[in-house]
């Protein structure tokens, strides 16, 4: 069974800096892809960023030059370092792992807020 665990949100100042962490444990054979995700209140899930088993990138344009996704060693965990936090970053922030057969898994999010 794969499971997600997020951490590393909280509340920051805007201008501010967080990293999350998301760890994967289970079975990761098959990998295709990892990223991030996030829902404000009130609207849709949106991505993030993303990026790929050979280390390909994608990010939404509002984060761009912002946001940086990234994996550890061990390919087992997925970082987002994010720098010039704005208060419409404001959201829960979703850890995302996709498996070319067993499709995608999802973490149980964690709140990211961002003060004026």
């Known amino acids: 069974q794969v499971q997600l665990v997020e951490s590393g949100g909280g509340l920051v100042q805007a201008g501010g800096s967080l990293r999350l962490s998301c760890a994967v444990s289970?079975?990761?054979?098959?990998?295709?892809?990892m990223g991030w995700y996030r829902q404000a209140p009130g609207k849709q899930r949106e991505l993030v960023a993303t990026?790929?088993?050979?280390?390909?990138?994608n990010y939404a344009d509002s984060v761009k030059g912002r946001f940086t996704i990234s994996r550890g060693n061990a390919k087992n965990t997925v970082y987002l370092q994010m720098s010039s936090l704005k208060p419409e970053d404001t959201a829960v922030y979703f850890c995302?792992?996709?498996?070319?057969?067993?499709?995608?898994?999802w973490g149980h999010g964690t709140q990211v807020t961002v003060s004026s």
């Open positions: 995302m792992i996709h498996f070319t057969f067993k499709g995608v898994y």
């Open positions: 289970g079975n990761i054979f098959n990998l295709n892809a």
């Open positions: 990026i790929t088993s050979g280390d390909l990138t």
